[in-house]
């Protein structure tokens, strides 16, 4: 009798693919509603707020650019794996739009995938960046059912050499755009998405004391600014939604961009190091709203580009595969809490990063 064929392209260590598992976005104007609703459902967003967004959305043409920069990311991943004589099929899925991490992993079945490895396309610890991607592939898996494919997402990257050296290069791009004087008063601040207060405090494991995600946040930074050897440096929030009366991690960019025109700053150079994309959150909060605030206020104002872009963000890629292909060193710039790195969707640890309530809204 014939043998089972072995999985497509396996590789040591018993992987047979990759999945990249992104927050999706929308690809075109009758997308968005939809969209929108798959992103809140459940999580007490104001329809105000969803009209407002939705308006950010349809300004681009119902666009979001994620998707094709996510489709972009993946063919370097691919060529960097070839590089490396790696044989790994990647596939691409998302939480809220198409191509459904669902539908994904039903193909990846369907072609014989066993078991894959997950890159995540946030590189931090708490619910949004973390345990919210851990229910996707538990929910992904329970779609497919019984024998559906073991996934392993790979841990946090905030200080991965290759992330911070990727983000440093953007900066050093940025800051070579400016004149010398500009660049001699420039302020170099940091953005990366609000969460909500309470969402920051259980961040982590319980016996780490809460913020891990403003911790890492704070310290990739930290780490970045160093590269480029410039100490100053504030780090603020963006793309706040939610109730008003709820606390969200502040300050946000465009009040602190205020902040620092007040203060007497008149070059900003932004970073928006919590995202590995310019998807829209990037385009809209800083290319658009911060950007008119600094013109209003006659202040000169540049954003860094974003990390996956660079070639050394595939690299990364390649190098948290091969963590667990072949044994490559796990390399870390800081002894804050990482994790992230589980099976089948199971949390970092028992109470780690546990979905804070959500305000229901009063029925009208
Ligand atoms: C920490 C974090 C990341 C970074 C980690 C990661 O990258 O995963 C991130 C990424 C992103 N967030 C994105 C878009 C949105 N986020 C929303 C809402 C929310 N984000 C939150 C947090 C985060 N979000 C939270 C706490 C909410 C409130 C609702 C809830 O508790 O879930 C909403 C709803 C409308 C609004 O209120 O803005 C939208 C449309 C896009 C795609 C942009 C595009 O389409 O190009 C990306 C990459
Ligand atoms: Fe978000």
Redesign the pocket.
Known sequence: MPETPAPKSPVPGGFDALLLL?????EGPEDVRP??EN??RG?G?PPE??DD?AQH?LHFGGV???NALNRQLIADVEAELERQGISLPVYFGNRNWHPMAEATLAQMHADGVRSALVF???A?G????CRQ?HEDIARAREAVGADAPDLLKLRHFFDHPLFIASVADALTAAYDGLTEQQRAGARLVFT?????EA?DRAAGPPEEGGHR?SRQVAEASRLAAEAVGVVEHDVVWQ?R??PPQVPWLAPDVVDHVEALHAAGTTTVVVCPV???SD???VVWDLDTEAAEKAAELGMTLVRAGTAGPDPRFAEMVVELVREHTSAAPVRRLSDIGSAGCTLNGVPCAVGCCEPTK?PVRPAS
Not at 22 to 26: A, V
Not at 126 to 129: D, F, I, L, P, V
Not at 192 to 196: E, I, Y
């Open positions: 992104s927050f999706g976005g929308p969209f929108l992103v809140t999580r967003v707020r969803l967004v959305y979001s650019p994620i995540p396309t946030s931090w708490g619910y949004s960046g991607y990366a998405h609000s969460v909500p969402a995600y793309s939604s939610g919590g995202f590995v998807h829209l959150e959500r």
